[in-house]
């Protein structure tokens, strides 16, 4: 008998489902089609947990933001389809934005104005011109600039340039009031203090025209850093038959005139004769016209690892400063407004010479009653300590630094003008600064310095705003639309 009896047969094979008879003839190995399903390790899952938690809240905040943006574009977009004249013009609003402290990007606070608060204001038609502080004093002085040109037309001691043809709204009283309808901007407590500097300054100095650069060039002009040092007289040199040896006096000048350095370069340009302004024009005011309304925007910037966790949050949490800008740009358009409110004179003017530093002192007024003087206090804390403490020192160390090296710069230059030597073969590729060239430069970059000293003089953060009595009932500040209004914006939403 065969033995093939008691061989075992080989197993049928388990018949495969349809899905797997198809895929197995798409290239997918057979072994992928028979896993089966299981849960991942303990690493995958905290990885995952993580990352699922981390985009979940990014997405849903940046949701919210576009929710919340598209909520006040609703209640402010009908004002943008509303009809005008043909010789009317849309309302303008100036913003105001300076550079934050430490901070190299100067363009900050106007990037908040434009991702936050512009939004809005776009929906509803309004127009808006930026001014960006570049340094610290920029906004001081631009404002102080154009006060002070104000004050000459009104004055009649300047013209208003209109063009050469007369267009509408191109006068100053129509220039004026459009600018008291629109209203300004100002984002952050530091621009505040600019602001306020330079509307103080405006309408305090004098209405001469001033030229910042010529008036710093004659004061440099007499410090002696170009001057040359006199020879000592030598009794070794006889100077003629039974001549005394001359006296300083009596030397010739060590300053021969040249191209280069001729005496008209030496010397700032004398300034073009202008009229003197008449003493009854050149006292400040004793009262000043009502100035544009304000619209107080906190800014907050944070710079330094420190602060790196502040980002972080900010970062997953921009819906509430799209709810904040939103909501400021909503007073603007609405347009309620209020007296500032600052602390009374007495208190403006109480001495500490009068406290007895020996006895406990009582809060004042002024403390308890926050003003709008103390607009966004709390951001100056964030300021970098190292900025603080070591702006002025650094201003200080470049000048010496400069100064230093300023005076080798001139010997070659006078050297190399006067032919005393010849120029090395460095020089010959590379020209060193001519004496001219050395003066203008050093004019740069004592009007760079100064600025920055007069800017920090005004932004440091235990400087106080500045105040004038006469401001008072003249300044305004946009505050919340009232029930009713914001009831209309819904319902038209």
């Known amino acids: 008998m065969s033995s093939n009896g008691g061989e075992s047969l ?30 991942p390790s303990r690493n995958w899952l905290i990885f995952l947990s993580v990352t699922s938690a981390v985009t979940g809240y990014y997405i849903y905040d ?12 609703d209640k402010v977009k009908d004002l943008a389809v509303q009809p005008m004249g043909s010789m009317e013009l849309p309302r303008l609003v100036t913003v105001y934005g300076a550079r934050w402290p430490g901070d190299q990007d100067y363009d900050r606070s106007m990037r908040y104005f434009r991702k936050y608060v512009k939004p809005v204001l776009v929906a509803a038609a309004i127009d808006y011109d930026m001014i960006k502080g570049r340094r610290h004093g920029d906004i001081a ?28 709204g191109s006068s100053f ?70 001549e005394p040896i001359p006296t300083p006096s009596r030397l010739p000048s060590s300053k021969p005139f040249s191209i280069l350095t001729s005496p008209t370069l030496r010397a700032p340009p004398p300034s073009k004769p202008t009229e003197p302004v008449p003493d009854h024009l050149n006292v400040p005011p004793a009262e000043i016209p ?5 619209l107080l ?42 007296p500032f409110t600052a602390p009374p004179a007495e208190a403006l003017g109480r001495q500490t010479s009068d406290v007895d530093i020996e006895q406990p002192q009582k809060p004042f007024l002024a403390e308890l009653t926050p003003t709008d003087l103390d607009f966004d206090r709390d951001a100056e804390s964030y300021y970098k300590k190292s900025v603080v403490r070591d702006f002025l020192s650094e201003i200080e160390k470049a000048r010496k630094d400069y100064y230093e090296s300023l005076a080798k710069k ?3 230059a006078r050297a190399l003008a006067r032919g005393t030597r010849e120029p090395t073969k460095e020089e010959r590729e590379n020209p060193p600064p001519s004496e001219v060239e050395l003066r203008a430069e050093r004019l740069q970059k004592e009007l760079r310095w100064t600025a920055d000293e007069e800017g920090w003089n005004i932004v440091r953060p235990d400087k106080e705003v500045e105040w004038d009595e006469r401001f008072r009932n003249k300044l305004r ?8 209004q914001r009831t209309s914006s819904e319902a038209t939403a």
């Open 10 to 39: 080989p197993s049928a094979s388990q018949p495969k489902s349809g899905v797997k008879a198809v895929l197995q003839y798409t290239g997918i190995p057979p072994s992928w089609l028979d896993k089966r399903p299981r849960l």
């Open 62 to 73: 940046r949701r919210q933001c576009k929710k919340i943006r598209q909520e006040y574009v």
């Open 141 to 168: 002085r631009h404002i102080a600039d154009k006060i002070r040109k104000q004050r000459r037309i009104m004055a009649g001691l300047e013209e208003h340039f209109t063009g050469p043809m007369p267009l509408p």
């Open 173 to 242: 009283e129509e220039k004026r009031q459009r600018e008291l309808d629109g209203g300004i901007v100002i984002v952050g407590r530091h621009t505040l203090k600019e602001y306020m500097a330079g509307l103080k300054r405006g309408w305090t100095e004098g209405l001469e025209a001033v030229d910042r650069e010529e008036q710093l060039a004659r004061v440099l002009e007499s410090d002696g850093k170009f001057d040359e040092p006199e020879p000592e007289p030598t009794a070794e040199a006889p100077v003629g038959d039974g």
């Open 290 to 294: 009502p100035q544009p309304p304000m």
């Open 297 to 338: 925007v906190s800014f907050t910037n944070y710079i330094g690892l420190t602060q790196i966790p502040l980002m972080v949050w900010d970062f997953f949490n921009e819906r509430y400063k799209v709810r904040e800008g939103a909501e400021a740009a909503y007073k603007l358009i609405m347009g309620n407004t209020r």
């Open 410 to 412: 001139l010997e070659t």
């Open 477 to 484: 500040v946009y505050v919340d639309p009232t029930v009713e």
